[in-house]
Antibody, heavy 120, light 110 residues
Framework: EVQLVQSGAEVKKPGESLKISCKGAGYSFTRHWIGWVRQMPGKGLEWMGTIFPGDSDTRYSPSFQGQVTISADKSISTAYLQWSSLKASDSAMYYC?????????????WGHGTLVTVSS | QSALTQPASVSGSPGQSITISCTGA?????????VSWYQQYPGKAPKLIIYEDTKRPSGVSNRYSGSKSGNTASLTISGLQAEDEADYHCCSYAGSSTLVFGGGTTLTVL
């Protein structure tokens, strides 16, 4: 069974750093792109970026380029999303999701989400 | 890269059909057959219900259908049921390995 297991909820202060994770199981982790999607409270979904764990090829949304870093450790089938200096406006739910195929762009499996709260 | 435009809310009665629109541009929706739709219940992760404009994943009810005309994609739900009450999000490939989502639409079953 394909699963994406995300790390738990985080409460941080502005200016702090954070790295959240997404562990894939039940499929070949290195053969599917993993995307990160933000959902601010009461709002729609926003694509942040995608990484191919096989070679760490990474693409970012222009809106998030330079604001976050996406990485992966294929040896432990885990993708990451990290911030070096959080802002209150980073408070949101963050989902990781698996892209179906190399030349397709829909997400067929999603993690349960990681809630990030940034507050002083 | 602007977000796709969806109506904030739609509603319908049980048994009726509703359509949710998703308007983009010639650089995304209108240029690729790569629009997908996701259903999301409150507090839950999204679920894929339509991909590549019109295709349904295995296990998704045939009451859900996708279509596209020009820069506007549409999701139609026929035979509306109470369980269809959820948020619906469209997403399109926008070139250069980038994606863009719509703002989401809340469906209320009256």
């Amino acid at each position: 069974e394909v699963q994406l297991v995300q790390s738990g909820a985080e409460v941080k202060k502005p200016g702090e750093s954070l790295k959240i994770s997404c562990k894939g199981a039940g499929y070949s982790f290195t053969r599917h792109w993993i995307g990160w999607v933000r959902q601010m409270p009461g709002k729609g979904l926003e694509w942040m970026g995608t990484i191919f764990p096989g070679d760490s090829d990474t693409r970012y949304s222009p809106s998030f380029q330079g604001q976050v870093t996406i990485s992966a450790d294929k040896s432990i089938s885990t993708a990451y999303l990290q911030w070096s200096s959080l802002k209150a406006s980073d408070s949101a739910m963050y989902y990781c999701a698996r892209r179906v195929g190399l030349s397709t762009y829909e997400f067929d499996y999603w993690g349960h989400g990681t809630l990030v709260t940034v507050s002083s | 890269q602007s977000a796709l435009t969806q109506p904030a809310s739609v509603s319908g009665s049980p048994g009726q059909s509703i359509t949710i629109s998703c308007t983009g541009a010639s650089s995304d929706v209108g240029n690729y057959n790569l629009v997908s739709w996701y259903q999301q219940y409150p507090g839950k992760a999204p679920k894929l219900i339509i991909y590549e404009d019109t295709k349904r994943p295995s296990g998704v009810s045939n009451r859900y259908s996708g279509s596209k005309s020009g820069n506007t994609a549409s999701l139609t739900i026929s035979g509306l049921q109470a369980e269809d009450e959820a948020d619906y999000h469209c997403c399109s490939y926008a070139g250069s390995s980038t994606l863009v989502f719509g703002g989401g639409t809340t469906l209320t079953v009256l």
